[in-house]
């Protein structure tokens, strides 16, 4: 597992309606998984359980979308105020969170 430096990837989520969407979605998905919990301690047959896990993933990857929606935001913004290397810093640092979510997704 890749640990993610302190120094960067940090996304603030000061859009205030960005960071309630992400975590009405984070919440839903609580539920989802607990939901599959409940199915497979109930032994509910397995393509139904598998049908759920794919809704669960489904919506993990949206927030991961919205999320880096958020961070190239400030990625972009950030760099229109910063000039030489802490701007390529800057998009290195986005390069490498869009490179960890492709990973996963």
Request: glycine share 6%; aromatic share 4%.
């Amino acid at each position: 597992m890749r640990r993610i430096s302190e120094r960067s990837q940090t996304i603030n989520m000061d859009n205030e309606r960005q960071k309630k969407d992400v975590m009405l979605r984070l919440k839903r998905i609580e539920g989802q998984i607990r939901g599959l919990q409940r199915m497979v301690e109930g032994s509910a047959p397995c393509p139904e359980i598998l049908t759920q896990v794919a809704a669960a993933t489904a919506a993990l990857k949206k927030v991961g979308t919205v999320i880096i929606h958020t961070y190239m935001e400030e990625c972009v913004e950030k760099t229109q105020k910063e000039h030489g290397s802490k701007q390529g810093e800057t998009l290195k640092d986005f390069q490498k969170a869009m490179s960890r979510y492709i990973d996963w997704a």
